[in-house]
């Protein structure tokens, strides 16, 4: 047999082709996600050591949201009543506990120079990328929600259930997860131009946390800073679909308006990206190693 | 008549590093002023490589040997100049170039740690596009001619690093690439890995076809696989012939063995250093340039009965450290 690639593909070439190959690059993208999926099983113990921390913070905020209640008197706060309140939360946290370390990892393949073997692959990195990155939420999401409702029935109760929200839901969190991919691995490279990209992190984290509605619904603040936090994607990631599935905003025309905010920042971000990572790559300094 | 697979004219590539003064004054400084120095890591290298050759591409730490691999792969753009590799231009066409070149750099991985190495060969099939029937048939094969059958299945972290190694060149080469970049392949290995490294890839270099081009700091490697040799040093090509013309050139230097009838004692040789004089043997070291062989073993037989001699060479080692010192005092041009 002979190994040389010369004898095994013949001319024209259409490999590497969305045109005229797609279902091969599907299948490409998709084996990616899969193994990446199959290495994350890998830490499914580790996932639910970490689950611990979710039971802690889900804790916390039953207790406090618990005492805001009483306290105030009211029986809903920004629109929510209690029981949404934790359901909410419960999203939140489940959606944000399966985030990837994307931004570390591409930092560190970038200045490690491991980018090379990613370079040197018939594929685009971003989208491998991209399907590392669902390939792991795709595990850890249904161990956070196990977690995170739980924590929620036991404080609660259960939430009512909506059949007709669930096509609808699964899209916008789906749309959310690649709305933080797009920003978080745009942070990541921006590792060929700045030696520490873990500042600009941090303070997409925490904008994600207050403007995206991580620890409160967006309704809950005041008009002014309400309107500032809709203006931004990062409330399409959290506040978006934990909303729809506590049942607000859940009428047919509220989802698709919804969905389509998403898709319409996605489309944009995901260029802002290539264009950034084609920038990136010229500047590739992997000497020496 | 053979075609090349690499042609390289002038090719350079220029980093612009940051550099700032000591101290926090300095560091401040740097904060708003950042002074940058430009470090020429290739300049203007020109070689070709013919297809089915394997070449040792090799040179001291920071010569720009990765750097070169690394444009000549597609991943770093250069500052100036032209390459052709396969006929494709690398950093215009990476990803087409992809299916056609294989790459191992020894201190990375490209197999995923947590699982078989199977698994990876699985992933690699899909990314380079390659039908389940012919993958079946050049995994078995490949399997086979590594011998990783019985640990194809176990996860990689539990690998030796010879048995990794033996895995991450099969996994460069499933989608039967023409050219192979090997980067340190044998960097960490035992003296036995080593040569089972060594000889897997001079046999897909001699029976394949497979076209080499091998950068190494470990001279066996370069003396068990390649017949040519380039030697870069700061970024400059200092050397491009054959490895045997390189030995011849370099050479001035010879070592003589001899086995004496009467102890060694105090011997002695006019033109000739005494390295070691043990028993009834000696090691005798000759400057080429100032005597010749002849004359030395001439004065020798003179005045001693010898029974065995041996002429040799010093170690390939030496000839490249002493390349490399030449290249340093000024040497050279490309």
Not at chain 2, 146 to 155: A, D
């Amino acid at each position: 047999m002979n190994l040389r690639g010369r004898d095994l593909h013949p001319s024209p070439d259409h490999r590497g082709s969305w045109l005229f190959r797609p279902g091969a690059q599907l299948a490409k993208y998709s084996a990616v996600a899969g193994v990446t999926t199959r290495s994350n099983m890998a830490y499914l113990a580790d996932f639910f050591l970490r689950g611990i921390f979710l039971v802690i913070v889900m804790f916390v905020f039953f207790q406090l949201w618990r005492t805001t209640y009483s306290a105030t008197g009211e029986d809903k706060i920004g629109g929510f009543s209690l029981r949404e309140m934790i359901w909410y939360l419960a999203m939140t946290e489940a959606l944000i506990g399966c985030f990837p370390r994307l931004t570390v990892v591409i930092d560190e393949q970038v200045k490690s120079g491991q980018l090379a073997y990613y370079l040197c692959r018939p594929y685009s990195y971003p989208l491998y990328l991209l399907s590392t990155y669902f390939g792991e939420i795709v595990v850890r999401l249904p161990v956070n929600l196990l977690i995170a409702g739980g924590m929620a029935f036991l404080s609660v109760g259960p939430l009512p259930f909506r059949p007709e929200t669930i096509p609808g839901l699964a899209l916008a969190i789906t749309l959310g997860f690649g709305l933080n991919f797009t920003i978080a691995a745009a942070i990541g490279l921006l590792a060929f131009w700045f030696e520490d990209t873990g500042s600009f992190y941090l303070l997409y984290s925490r904008l994600l946390m207050i403007f995206g509605g991580m620890l409160i619904p967006l309704d809950v603040f005041p008009t002014a800073i309400r309107r500032i936090a809709l203006a931004l994607p990062t409330n399409l990631i959290l506040y978006g679909p934990a909303r729809l599935f506590v049942g607000h905003g859940a009428g047919a025309a509220e989802i698709w308006r919804l969905l389509g905010r998403q898709a319409l920042w996605l489309g944009l971000l995901w260029l802002g990206l290539v264009g950034l990572y084609r920038l990136g790559v010229k500047r590739v300094n992997v000497q020496g190693g | 008549m053979p075609s090349s697979a690499v042609v390289v004219r002038g090719l350079t590539k220029a980093f612009r590093v940051k550099t700032r003064a000591a101290g926090l004054g300095g560091a401040a400084r740097a904060l708003f002023h950042p002074d940058y120095q430009e470090t020429l890591a290739v300049a203007g290298v020109t070689f070709t490589v013919e297809e089915g050759e394997a070449l040792a591409f090799i040179g001291p730490n920071g010569a720009g040997k990765s750097t070169t691999i690394k444009m000549l792969t597609g991943i770093l753009h250069p500052t100036s100049g032209e390459a052709s590799v396969l006929g494709r231009t690398p950093w215009r066409q990476r990803e087409k170039l992809a299916f056609d070149i294989g790459s191992v750099f020894g201190q990375k991985s490209q197999l995923w740690l947590h699982l078989p190495p199977s698994d990876s060969f699985d992933l690699l099939a899909h990314i380079y596009e390659i039908p389940a029937a012919e993958f079946a048939s050049r995994r078995n094969h490949l399997v086979e001619l590594f011998e990783i059958g019985p640990f194809l299945r176990t996860p990689v972290r539990k690998l030796s690093l010879g048995q990794r190694m033996r895995c991450e060149i099969a996994a460069a080469l499933i989608h039967g690439p023409r050219l192979i970049f090997l980067d340190e392949p044998t960097i960490g290995l035992d003296i036995v890995a080593r040569q089972t490294i060594r000889d897997l890839i001079r046999r897909l270099n001699r029976e394949e076809g497979v076209t080499v081009f091998l950068t190494s700091h470990d001279v066996g490697d370069v003396e068990r696989l390649c017949r040519r040799v380039v030697v870069v040093n700061h970024g400059r090509i200092i050397y491009d012939d054959s490895l045997n013309a390189l030995k011849r050139r370099y050479h001035r230097t010879k070592y003589l063995d001899l086995l004496l009838d009467s102890p060694a004692g105090e011997f002695a040789c006019a033109g000739a250093r005494v390295v070691k004089a043990k028993g009834y043997g000696v090691k005798l070291e000759i400057d080429t340039e100032r005597v010749r062989v002849d004359q030395v073993l001439s004065r020798i037989l003179a005045e001693h009965r010898v029974l065995d001699i041996n002429i040799g060479d010093p170690p390939l080692e030496e000839v490249i450290a002493e390349i490399y010192a030449r290249g340093v005092e000024g040497g050279g041009s490309s």
